[in-house]
Nanobody, 125 residues
Framework: QVQLVESGGGLVQAGGSLRLSCAVSGSNFGSYFMGWFRQSPGNEREFVATIRWNGATTYYADSVKGRFSISRDRVSSTVYLQMNSLEVEDTAVYYC??????????????????WGQGTQVTVSS
């Protein structure tokens, strides 16, 4: 079982930056994908970015490519989401997730079995 705790959300103006952190604990997550998803009111949870814990393969949603960057620190067991050039449309609750996804399923929320509690990101115009 993997436990996830997000932090780093907040209020920022459009064009600004935030860095989200996800503290990972538990065991046997070496082969997992660690993903970030987001959900805004009235919308389904959507994929943002993911990284394979071993090997650091990354995938991004088209809407955040070039603006967001996902990384992981094995020493501190933390996954980061650096968000730059934020847009009002990025406003959502952001969730960290972990799961035994494979490449073809890594962008699907159904491939992730562990979820954090979420952190709110609000981008003002």
């Amino acid at each position: 079982q993997v436990q996830l705790v997000e932090s780093g959300g907040g209020l920022v103006q459009a064009g600004g930056s935030l860095r989200l952190s996800c503290a990972v604990s538990g065991s046997n997550f070496g082969s997992y994908f660690m993903g970030w998803f987001r959900q805004s009111p009235g919308n389904e949870r959507e994929f943002v970015a993911t990284i394979r814990w071993n090997g650091a393969t990354t995938y991004y949603a088209d809407s955040v490519k070039g603006r967001f960057s996902i990384s992981r620190d094995r020493v501190s067991s933390t996954v980061y989401l650096q968000m730059n050039s934020l847009e009002v449309e990025d406003t959502a609750v952001y969730y960290c997730a972990a799961g035994r996804a494979i490449t073809s399923t890594a962008t699907s929320a159904r491939a992730y079995s562990s979820w954090g509690q979420g952190t709110q990101v609000t981008v003002s115009s």
